[in-house]
């Protein structure tokens, strides 16, 4: 028994032993086994240390260490994972230039996810700085300064990975040559729209929630970004303009005016007698006068305009006291029909297109034939 034991033992000390890529296999299960036990720890780190935290500052006065605890918690957990591969890589034995420049990327990375995160948790206070420049745009102000900010951090971490590795950033791009030219020349429109967006910034031509005309675009302004702008149609079809043709081309901004423009001609027919055209004209004036959604500060035009071809035309042009279009649409309704009360009043009626055929005299007709009227 005792030899059979020995056996078995000598077995599975070969069996053990045996290389997987050079390295024993016991070696991997246990690197296996440690990088899960800081798996393990990472679950506890999560549900009980950071409960304990979040109770701890809770507590305080100031929200600035909840912000501050939120912002480190998933670079906090990702490093138990870097932890572990460090770990298993020594029990692995693997050392070398790549493995040292690989566990330093993944610390630069952590290091970088903190200010990524930073961006997000701090934004209250990027808007409450963007409202310096115009509490109007201050939203998209700090939309633009926030994105930047996140394109910056990006970049930094991977020029600082780069640098790791040995990769001098600026001696590379410089050696491009005719690449680093090309390369430029593919950047131009990206360069066109970022200065784009801080033109529409700067000039405060349109806000988020605008209703806006751009061209063939138009629509409800949804973002203003770094290259791009959103625009939401009334087909609620997602409309991305670049930032360099909205810059380029007029914009046209509903929601800037104060007022909807109501111009129209009544038709009145050809046997309506003077005195009841002048009648009619004075009564709409005094009614749009009188109307309370009608603006008295706008022009307001009421004259009998022309002959037509088949109506005596009335002009009207007048403005309402308001640019949403509901209520200009209920307004202008309840201007139409007191005109047709007007006009029904005074005797007369609205003209529709038509032709009338004067014979001035009838042809002379064989005998025996005669023309009925």
Request: no cysteine; charged share 25%.
């Amino acid at each position: 028994m005792d030899r059979l034991l020995k056996l078995l033992d000598k077995d599975l000390a070969l069996f053990f032993e045996q290389p997987i890529f050079g390295i024993s296999l016991y070696k991997w299960i246990l690197a296996l086994s440690v990088f899960l036990l800081f798996l393990f720890l990472r679950k506890i780190f999560t549900y009980f240390v950071i409960k304990l935290l979040r109770q701890a500052v809770r507590k305080t006065k100031t929200k600035l260490d909840d912000k501050i605890l939120k912002l480190l918690i998933a670079p906090t957990r990702y490093l138990f994972i870097v932890l572990g591969i460090w770990s298993a890589i020594n029990i692995l034995g693997l050392k070398g230039e790549i493995v040292r420049h690989f566990i330093k990327s993944l610390l630069i990375v952590a290091v970088f996810w903190a200010f990524y995160n930073a961006v997000n948790i701090f934004k209250a206070e990027i808007y409450k700085f963007s409202a310096k420049f115009g509490k109007e745009l201050s939203q998209e102000i700090g939309n633009f300064l926030i994105k930047t900010l996140k394109a910056l951090v990006v970049v930094l971490s991977v020029v600082a990975v780069l640098q790791e590795w040995g990769i001098n950033v600026s001696a590379f791009v410089a050696s491009l040559g005719l690449g680093g030219l090309a390369f430029a020349l593919a950047a131009k429109d990206t360069v066109a729209n970022l200065f784009g967006g801080l033109t529409i910034l700067a000039d405060k031509s349109m806000k988020l929630g605008d209703w806006v005309k751009i061209g063939s675009v138009e629509g409800i302004v949804e973002d203003i970004g770094l290259r791009t702008s959103k625009i939401r149609t009334f087909e609620k079809s997602l409309i991305t303009v670049p930032n360099s043709y909205i810059a380029n081309n007029p914009i046209e901004n509903f929601s800037r005016r104060q007022n909807r423009r109501i111009k129209m001609y009544i038709g009145l027919t050809y046997d309506t007698p003077v005195k009841i055209i002048s009648k009619i004209v004075e009564e709409i004036r005094y009614m749009l006068i009188r109307h309370p959604r009608i603006d008295k500060n706008r022009t307001l035009l009421v004259y009998f305009d022309e002959f037509g071809e088949s109506s005596l035309n009335i002009f009207v042009y007048t403005f309402t006291d308001t640019a949403d279009w509901e209520e200009y649409l209920a307004i202008k309704q309840d201007v139409m029909l007191k005109i047709m009360e007007i006009v029904e009043k005074n005797g007369s009626s609205f003209a529709f297109p038509s032709e009338s055929i004067y014979i001035e005299k009838f042809p002379e007709l064989p005998n025996g034939f005669k023309i009925e009227t």
